[in-house]
Structure formats: structure tokens, C-alpha cells
């Protein structure tokens, strides 16, 4: 079996393109570009050199890495070997790396240098904790990794790439445990890059700008991937600020770009949005969180349309989404994808106009999640993965994303589990009780608030109990407020009303959330 006969896998994507259009750039990475030609020289070199050294199918390289052509070339070389990328977040704490790349099991581990100490505290900590990791520790880039691959520990037999083979294992966090891999497989990034195809449109004249950090899913599967299928250019960004971003848009030319609301309310937000050459970007994608008409105006009166999508991991990521020049703000499915409406009590569809849950397949659905066939199970009503978040189907057919069934809340669009978050909490030794709650924030999207019972007869004062939730989570999770209670409310059954705290936390932030109460009931089993 030769790769042709497995159209979809991704290795073969820059290997065309690079035949078709050798000399076009592929990438400009803070000023440093690289043709296709040249990329897919080094791509080819470290796909043999891994291949060489033992790695193929059913391996996984984890990475924590910012956005970068090195980054890109070992993705795509993983791809055309047959193994599956893991890319880690270089925003979390060692103990949190390290507790991923436990779960992830990789067979390499390789680094950029500015995250070198991150990578090397992460693997001492699971050591620390009576953990094994066999994995050699790389440094990426051409004096790296892609001039030397440590032989495999266990070596893999060569085989042709197929088409479910896992390209991707991205984290996602969930209401009910902490992040979990999503592992999608290339014909799942084929038929996702095919599907954004029909609303981006995206050709070999356009710069596409990435803003998103390459452990996301939408920083390979919203715009960037496609754009290397047909030849465009890809500008890399490893930070996002507001100014720069501004400059890059009107200097590089940028005709289309994808980032989260947070990022959007920013730019609007700084002092040279309103003389920003804006005239060359045609598609702004956003995805994330839902836009309010305030920041979908602000951005219309510079003549850019704000494109709303939704999406989730586990879809690869691309769900629903306006439509491109027009200005209704209902979403519609992607081609290649189907959707429906179930009630979340009963899970039977719903017909006509309806609020439910929204149920989504097609072959972007992921392949399951990594070591975890109970979690997959519960994702999945046979071929329908449940979204978990409520949406209204209107008499047109058009969907409104309502609230999410689930508990996680997304700050400056990073998903973040409450339950992990009290988790934290409660290992300090005065706190008894621990609850999250997301709350409408203006440029985060949403900000968590703790609401903490303390063990009778002791206290602690909100920079202790800050000290040490900033030991144990990233920044983005750390909350913003910490309120102390004297027990955490219940629902008649038994369980966190979640909805109380949440309607507390908003009023006392001097937000109003309409729909809260109707949309999670104490009684409903839902809390």
C-alpha cells in the first residue's frame, strides 16, 4: 500500500503543494520566511530521519513548543510518518504538563529552547511524583531534532500512513475531570479542512494570520492547514498584542484571520483601531465564545465583517458559523456536517423550532478520546457526538448557541474546568469546600469565581489562598474573585446549584445573564 492510496492523510498536503508551487511562501514567521519547496525539504529529512530511528504508527510526540516553523515541520513530519502530535500548553505549570504527558504516554518529547526549563521541570516532576517517562527529551528546530532523532525505545514496525491514523491529540478541558486528548485522525482533519473550505474560500493569494497557540486545534484545523493545502501564506504570532497585531494586519497584508472574541474586544479596544489599515482583510473568523452586537458593530464600521462560528474539539473543530457578507446572525452547519436537536432529558430529537442539546456527525467526528474509552462512551449516542451545550433551531433553520449544559466556562478563549479549579482549591489545607462558576467579563469573555468554605474555627486571607492556587494552576484558571461562604448551596437532590452561585457571582459583578434560571434548573438533574 503506497500513501495514494489514502487520500486524506495529511503528509501529502505540503509534498503537492510544494510540486505545485515551490518558490511561493509558505510561512513568515516574525520576518523569517520559508518557501514550500524549502519547507518540505525539511519536512522529508526529519520524516526520515524518524522513521529511521524507529517511530511510526501508533507512536505520539508531545511538544510544547510556541508557534514556529520548527513546530510546523515536526507536526507535518509526525504526519507523514504516521505519528500522532500531541502538542502541549507552554501555559501551564510543570505538575500540570507533567501530569499530561503521563497520560499521554509519548514516545519523544521535544522542546523549543525558550521552554526548555518548562519541559525539563515537567519531566523531574513526574519523576518527582514516582512516575516513569521513557521518552528522550529533544530540543526542536534544524540543530535539534531534525539533525539527530534518538532511537525509539520501543521500535515500530514501517507501514503506509492511514487514513485513521491519529494526527492530532489536542487537550480539552471538561466539566467533569480534568483536560482530556481528543484524538482526531487525518481523514477527521480532511474532511474538517474540506468543510471550512466552503465557508473560507481561502486561495494561493491569501496571508493568513495565526494568532492562536499552536496547542489549540483551531491553530491548525481553523485556516492555517488549509491555507498551505492551496498555497497561501501562513504569518505566524507567538504573543498576542493588540498594536502589533494592528501593524502585522496592514504591513503583511493579512486577508484573513481567525481569533476568539477576547482578541477581537482588543483590537477594537486599542487606541489605533479606528486609523488601522483594516482594508486588506476580507475574513474574520471568530471562534471561542459568542460576540456581542456591540463588538460585531465596532468592527463593521471599519468594514470588516465578523464571521461567528462554533465548534468543539471533539468536532475537529468546526461545527456551525455565519454566513460570509451577510448580515444574519444565525449559524449554519458546515458542509460535511450534520446536526440535530435532542432534548437533554430524554435525548430524543426534536423537530422544527426547538431548544435542546445540539448533537453533531460527520466524518470530522474524533476518533475518541485518548486512554479514556468510559469518557468517549458517555460523548457519544452511537454516531452523534453530544456537544453538551443548549441551542435554539429557529423556524428558518438557523441555530443560536444558548448556554452550555456543561459546567466549564472559556476565558480569553481558553477552556477552563471549574472542577479542576476546586480541585486546587481544596488541597490547601484550611479550605473545606470549593465552587467555580464562570461570570461575563467584557474582554475575557468570562472570569471564574471561587466561592470557598473554610475549615470551622480557621481563616485565610484571600493572598494566602491566591499563593496557592497560582502553585497549582495556570494563570488563565486562576479565578478572579474569591468569596468565603459558610456552606455551598444544594439542589433538592443533593447536588452543587451551580445556578445560585452563578446568578450571585453576575449580580455582584454587576452583570444580568438572561436565560440563566430557565436554562439550569435546581430540579433538573442538570446542576
Request: net charge negative; aromatic share 6%; with cysteine.
Amino acid at each position: 500500500m503506497t500513501t495514494r492510496d489514502e487520500p486524506h492523510t495529511l503528509g501529502r498536503w505540503l509534498a503537492d503543494r510544494a510540486a505545485a508551487s515551490a518558490d511561493a511562501i509558505a510561512v513568515d514567521d516574525r520576518g523569517v520566511t520559508i518557501s514550500y519547496g524549502a519547507l518540505h525539504a525539511r519536512i522529508a529529512r526529519l520524516t526520515a530521519r524518524l522513521r529511521s530511528a524507529g517511530y511510526g504508527p501508533g507512536d505520539r510526540v508531545c511538544t510544547v513548543s510556541g508557534n514556529s516553523i520548527d513546530h510546523i515541520v515536526a507536526f507535518l513530519a509526525c504526519a507523514a510518518a504516521g505519528i500522532a502530535f500531541v502538542p502541549l500548553s507552554w501555559r501551564l505549570t510543570p505538575g500540570e504538563l507533567a501530569d499530561l504527558l503521563v497520560r499521554s504516554s509519548p514516545a519523544l518529547v521535544l522542546y523549543e529552547d525558550e521552554y526548555g526549563t518548562l519541559a525539563a521541570d515537567a519531566v523531574r516532576a513526574v519523576a518527582a511524583d514516582g512516575g516513569t517517562l521513557r521518552a528522550p527529551l529533544v530540543e526542536l528546530g534544524a540543530t535539534g531534532v531534525e539533525a539527530h532523532v534518538r532511537r525509539a525505545a520501543a521500535r515500530r514496525e514501517p507501514r503506509a500512513v492511514r487514513d485513521d491514523d491519529v494526527a492530532l491529540v489536542i487537550h480539552t478541558s471538561g466539566s467533569e475531570s480534568a483536560a482530556k486528548g481528543v484524538m482526531l485522525t487525518h481523514a477527521n482533519c480532511f474532511w474538517n479542512n474540506l468543510a471550512l473550505a466552503g465557508v473560507a474560500q481561502l486561495t494561493s493569494r491569501d496571508v493568513v494570520l495565526c494568532v492562536l497557540p499552536q496547542f489549540h486545534v483551531a491553530a491548525w484545523n481553523v485556516q492555517p492547514l488549509l491555507a498551505w493545502a492551496v498555497g497561501a501564506t501562513v504569518v505566524l504570532e507567538r504573543s498576542f498584542q493588540s498594536a502589533r497585531v494592528l501593524q502585522l494586519i496592514a504591513d503583511r497584508g493579512v486577508t484573513a484571520m481567525m481569533a476568539v472574541p477576547t482578541q477581537y474586544r482588543l483590537l477594537a479596544d486599542d487606541p489605533g483601531f479606528a486609523a488601522s489599515d483594516l482594508s486588506s482583510l476580507r475574513l474574520a473568523q471568530v471562534g471561542g465564545s459568542t460576540i456581542s452586537h456591540e463588538l460585531a458593530d465596532a468592527w463593521a464600521a471599519r468594514g470588516v465583517g465578523l464571521v461567528q462560528g462554533y465548534g468543539l474539539t471533539e468536532a475537529g473543530p468546526n461545527v456551525l458559523s455565519t454566513i460570509p457578507d451577510q448580515r444574519a446572525t444565525a449559524l449554519r452547519p458546515y458542509p460535511h456536517v450534520d446536526v440535530l436537536v435532542a432534548d437533554p432529558e430524554t435525548t430524543l430529537p426534536l423537530d422544527d423550532e426547538a431548544t435542546g442539546e445540539l448533537w453533531v456527525r460527520g466524518p470530522s467526528v474524533f476518533a475518541g478520546y485518548l486512554g479514556d474509552p468510559d469518557a468517549t462512551a458517555r460523548a457519544m449516542r452511537g454516531e452523534w457526538l453530544r456537544t453538551g451545550d443548549l441551542v435554539h433551531r429557529d423556524s428558518d433553520g438557523g441555530f443560536h448557541v444558548v448556554d452550555r449544559l456543561k459546567d466549564i466556562y472559556i476565558s480569553g478563549g481558553e477552556n477552563v474546568a471549574p472542577a479542576e479549579v476546586e480541585r486546587a482549591l481544596c488541597r490547601h489545607p484550611l479550605v473545606e469546600a470549593a465552587a467555580v462558576v464562570g461570570v461575563p467579563d467584557p474582554v475575557w469573555g468570562e472570569r471564574g469565581v471561587a466561592f470557598v468554605v473554610l475549615r470551622a474555627g480557621t481563616a485565610a486571607s484571600d493572598d494566602e489562598l491566591y499563593a496557592h492556587a497560582r502553585r497549582h494552576l495556570a494563570a488563565y484558571k486562576l479565578p478572579v474573585r474569591i468569596e468565603r461562604v459558610d456552606e455551598l448551596p444544594l439542589s433538592g437532590i443533593g447536588k452543587l446549584a451551580r445556578a445560585r452561585l452563578r446568578d450571585r457571582a453576575t449580580r455582584d459583578a454587576g452583570f444580568v445573564k438572561e436565560g440563566a434560571a430557565a436554562s439550569e434548573g435546581e430540579g433538573n438533574g442538570r446542576s
